[in-house]
């Protein structure tokens, strides 16, 4: 029996669900969807971080409708360049699916998946010697190209990489003290005023980390986490309505920044408290007004109010709307919020709060006037020319094209760039297809698989690749083939060309045809394989890859290494297991005879000519043949019943049951599919198996199985 709470909680979490499918599925406004979970909230639905998803992904896109194409953020960093930041990639991290991040990136966990194929993205391990399971570390190759290309970013992408760490550790004043020092040498660098700015803010020091943050902005008006840690800085100094308006731009700029997603959902938790409920919010007003009304944050329903009538282009003479008849706490309108923020000594969060509620409220005149005429140090007041070119303003200054800088360097120095810079440590030749562990180093891909047939450790520093080889993505490492495309496109092209001749001549299916010693195998039957040696895990791989998916079957024979006569079998399916093992599906194909034998890496090859069957053409040798047949047919079927059901079970089991009679007994290049099965699950000694996989003539094969099996049905009659 359910208790009065829960029957109480129970209409509250369907009206939740509803506002959040509602969200998801784009019809209302974000206020609609906003209005039903509060209304749900009300009913005593719970509201936590996380499941606010579709409601912040619905604001984020109102955001972005109305702010306009804001352009894409700042500009790669030239040749090596990060996918999440796009600062110079001075501590590379390859990922998963073989993109390549920052390591600050990946620490700061700025996004939850990959900005081109939306894999998910893991943390990087810390600095230091690894631990045993470490996570993705820098990739070696890049990290020497970043070296040996650009030793000065390098240098200085070390040194931010250290400012990181002390924020990390929380030593505020030391990263202060070390992001002055390193700006001294390098004031341009926009990475380091950011972590000022965090250094200042981790100290209280709002005004200051306010005034970096708006000078990178000055220089990239796009860039998301800006307007992230910008939005940090005001809601720890208690502006949370103006900290929610920065993290939904942060996300109509990049819609998987993760942290700004998390920080918006905290907010509306808070929002939508039942206490704030209470005492601010009445059931009415989200359907009336423009605003959400709440004692701890009174920020728009999409921000109109948040925004400075110039940011909205096409709506910057729309008259603004008036604001709630009572003060409230937690949001700042534009002046408001610029005077708070430059006062000379930054009150402490409660007293900030505390003035800003006992202020009066202006007017609709009085706001629209003050806010055209005061510059916000939230936000710089951006004018949208007629041909759709973003403009600053600045303070005492005519409007001027917004400065950007170049971030995109020089090219390579044609001296800089060495092949030798792109080889594999294992076949010593140029990288194909590169792919790169979690240990950081990189190989080919097919170099590495050969190696993870033998031993799942990397090959140089011998940490284990369990995890990696049980995964079996080995995704082709992007920046590093890129690279290679650009530099060395004639040594790449004789790479491919090698490549390809290789190929060509694993795909022969009549000159060194791969050869699994091992057991019989018959036309048209199912041959499963458990494969676990290193040379056949070779053998398998290079079936698939080169598409033919078939190798020669032979039983082993003391004298050749293996018999005159095999077949082929044809992949048809392979699982492969967390160690590198795999289960093969194949079922047979052509027969062949063995010409010439050889040898591949370890496995066996040959020359082969297929065996088909020699046609009877006489009339009366096919009626012959076709009576012979029938009877065979009739006495084969009555062998199989009358085995006990425990045999029979197994056999069905294992090889499907008995193929049908065939009308055209000589369509087959190698007969009928039955006596295949039959002589599949016959217990007969192999070397006479093998002489009836050798005939080429249809009633020769018939007359063998008719002795065998009136041999096995005179002991069944006993």
Known sequence: MSSPAAAAAGPGRRAAGGGERRARAGRPRGRGALAALAAARRRGAPARPGRLGALVDRLALECRLRLG??????????????????????????????????????????????????????????????????????????????EKWFPRRRERARAAGRLGELLQQGRYGEALAAAGEALRAEPSDLTLKIYRAESYAGLQEFKAAIEDLNAVLAQLPNWPE???????????????????????????????????????????????????????????????????????????????????????????????PEVASEPVKGSLNRAQSAQAINLTEMPAREECLKRVASEPLLTVQEKGALLKRKLSILEQDVIVNEDGRNKLKKQGEP?????????????????????????????????????????????????????????????????????????????VTQLLEELIVKYLPDELSERKKL?????????????????????????????????????????????????????????????????????????????????????????????????????????????????????????????????????????????????????????????????????????APSGPAWCWWLLAVLPVDPRYQLSVLSMKSLKERLTKIQHILTYFSRDQSK
Not at 429 to 451: A, D, I, Q, Y
């Open 69 to 146: 194409p804001r352009g894409a953020g700042p500009a790669p960093a030239g040749p090596l360049s990060c996918l999440g930041c796009r600062g110079f990639l001075g501590e590379p991290v390859t990922v998963a699916c073989g993109h390549s991040y920052c390591r600050r990136c990946l620490r700061r966990a700025l996004r939850a998946r990959c900005r081109l194929c939306g894999a998910r993205l893991p943390p990087a391990a810390g600095p230091g010697p690894p631990p045993p399971a470490a996570g993705l570390r820098t990739s070696v190759v890049l990290t020497r190209l970043a």
């Open 226 to 320: 800006v307007y992230f840690r910008k939005g940090k800085v005001l809601h720890d100094a208690g502006f949370l309505g103006d900290a929610l308006q920065l993290f939904l731009q942060c996300l109509a700029l990049d819609e998987d920044f993760a942290p700004a997603k998390l920080e918006v959902e905290k907010i509306l938790c808070d929002l939508l408290s039942p206490e704030n409920l209470k005492e601010g919010l009445k059931e009415s007003s989200w359907s009336s007004s423009p605003y959400i009304k709440n004692k701890a944050l009174g920020v728009p329903s999409v921000m109109e109010d948040s925004l400075s009538p110039t940011e909205l282009g096409p709506k910057q003479n729309e008259e603004i």
């Open 399 to 475: 409007p001027s094209e917004v400065c950007t800088i170049s971030l995109v360097y020089d090219d390579i120095p044609e001296e800089l760039i060495d092949v030798s810079d792109f080889e594999c440590s294992l076949c010593m030749r140029l990288f194909f297809e590169p792919v790169t562990t979690p240990c950081g180093h990189s190989f080919c891909k097919n170099c590495l698989e050969r190696c993870l047939d033998h031993t799942p450790y990397c090959p140089l520093c011998k940490e284990s690749l369990k995890e990696y080889l049980a995964d079996r993505r080995y995704c």
């Open 499 to 667: 490549y390809d001749e290789e190929t060509a001549e694993l795909s022969h299916l009549t000159k060194n045809v791969p050869i699994f010693v091992c057991t019989m195998a018959y036309p048209t039957v199912p041959c499963p394989l458990h494969v676990f040696e290193p040379r056949y895990r070779l053998m398998i791989r290079r079936s698939i890859q080169t598409g033919t998916k078939q190798f020669g079957m032979c039983v082993s024979d003391t004298q050749n290494s293996f018999a005159d006569f095999g077949c082929m079998l044809q992949i048809r399916n392979v699982h492969f297991l967390p160690d590198g093992r795999s289960v093969v599906d194949t079922v047979g194909g052509q027969r062949f005879r063995v010409l010439t034998r050889g040898m591949k890496d370890g496995y066996c090859t040959a020359d082969i000519e297929y065996l088909e069957d020699v046609k009877v053409e006489n009339e009366d040798e096919i009626k012959d043949l076709r009576a012979l047949h029938d009877l065979v047919y009739s006495q084969a079927c009555s062998w199989f019943q009358n085995l006990r059901d425990k045999f029979r079970s197994q056999i069905l089991q294992h090889f499907g049951s008995m193929p049908e009679r065939e009308e055209n007994l000589q369509a």
